[in-house]
């Protein structure tokens, strides 16, 4: 953020990004469901998948790789049911086809099937396939922990980052994010596998700053901090062995779970082919805290934050931040002062609204919405 970027209400940006996805030709609660993603990111400092990715989003719908007229399917032991129809709560293991759809739809979809079986089973999974960029993963985690469920959801990408000791960058820089309910807003832990998530570099490259030089490298593993190497051919660095393992535990969990995802080296770089859907799997896992043995986990849960919060800081004018606890400050302070989204996007943005008929600015975000929303059948 800089002293020149304006600050702009969330609610309206989500009601401009709503309308502009369905001039773009998603149906309205698809529309909503990708605005929620997106906004959620903006809120929570999580720029790297927030309204940065609306232009790709908008080509990849125009090209066909993010498909409009989707028709996922889910797929249990006992064959596929109608995702229109009510899903049994005794499935504990599932499998949805995605279809191609936006991912945030089918991921949110696959939130409320979760929460239905760990309601009755105690623990469910599902594995979602055939799917696209999903965005932020806490925005799923924090809806299964505000139902009450430990989450664990996880995805593969496309090829970018280096393989630990490896010369082409054939990983994806595939992330997890673990949530637990607290008895007030959960708490979420997101991390991408590699050194830095590869939207965290485009968004240096769109204000046009430098990066760390120990985040990506260029062809033939150049050191660089230009931003711009890592869609000319280079790749983020891993985050270590252990972060080069974490990435193959969630190619192997998410992508190679059910036989029918794809693990991240397979899967299709969406800014390289925008005609087709990535193909890029999830799995995730929701554990029931109401079926513990033991009850007031969510108060175990706080307590413990507490207690890491209350350490002895080393550098005394800092305190001790538990996991997650910067994106949960920058939640609180931009839901009530606004979004600050840089110049150079806020410049992208107002051309889109130009070319879908909703303008963009602070003052008539919402009402481009609502006009849109209520035009004559």
Not at 76 to 95: C, F, K, Q, R, Y
Not at 126 to 151: D, F, Q, T
Not at 307 to 319: G, V
Not at 327 to 343: C, I, N, T, Y
């Amino acid at each position: 953020m800089s002293a020149g970027d304006p600050l702009l209400p969330a609610s309206r940006v989500h009601a401009w990004t709503v309308a502009v996805l369905c001039k773009a030709g998603l149906r309205d609660t698809d529309a909503v469901c990708v605005a929620d993603n997106l906004v959620e990111a903006e809120l929570r400092a999580v720029c790297s998948h927030g309204l940065m990715l609306l232009p790709m989003y908008l080509e990849r719908i125009r090209a066909g790789g993010i498909r409009t007229g989707h028709a996922m399917r889910l797929l249990t032991e006992d064959g596929p049911i109608s995702v229109a129809t009510e899903v049994p709560a005794t499935v504990p293991i599932m499998v949805l086809d995605a279809d191609g759809a936006p991912g945030q739809v089918a991921l949110t979809q696959a939130c409320g099937y979760l929460d239905a079986s760990a309601r009755a089973k105690g623990i469910a999974l599902i594995n979602v396939v055939n799917n696209n960029h999903v965005g932020m993963l806490a925005s799923y985690a924090r809806l299964l922990a505000e139902a009450g469920h430990i989450s664990i959801v996880m995805t593969t990408a496309g090829p970018s980052v280096y393989p630990y000791g490896g010369q082409d960058p054939v990983m994806g820089n595939n992330a997890i994010c673990v949530g637990a309910p607290t008895g007030g807003a959960p708490w979420l832990f997101d991390m991408a596998t590699g050194i830095v998530a590869c939207g965290k570099i485009r968004h240096l490259q769109l204000i046009g700053a430098t990066m760390d030089a120990h985040w990506a490298e260029g062809p033939a593993r150049l050191p660089t901090n230009d931003p711009a190497v890592l869609d000319q051919g280079g790749g983020v660095l891993p985050h270590g062995y252990k972060g080069f393992g974490w990435a193959c535990v969630v190619d192997i969990l998410a992508g190679l779970l059910d036989g029918g995802g794809r693990v991240g080296m397979d899967v299709t770089r969406q800014r390289l082919d925008a005609a087709q859907p990535t193909g890029c799997s999830q799995t995730m896992v929701a554990i029931s805290t109401a079926r513990l043995r033991t009850p007031g986990f969510a108060g175990h849960v706080s307590d413990y934050l507490e207690r890491l919060r209350a350490c002895q800081p080393q550098d005394p004018t800092q305190a001790v931040l538990a996991p997650g606890d910067i994106e949960a400050s920058h939640f609180r302070l931009r839901s009530e002062h606004g979004l600050p989204l840089p110049v150079a996007l806020v410049r992208k943005l107002t051309e889109i609204g130009a070319a879908h008929g909703c303008t963009f600015n602070a003052d008539n975000a919402y009402d481009a919405y609502h006009a849109y929303a209520h035009k004559p059948a």
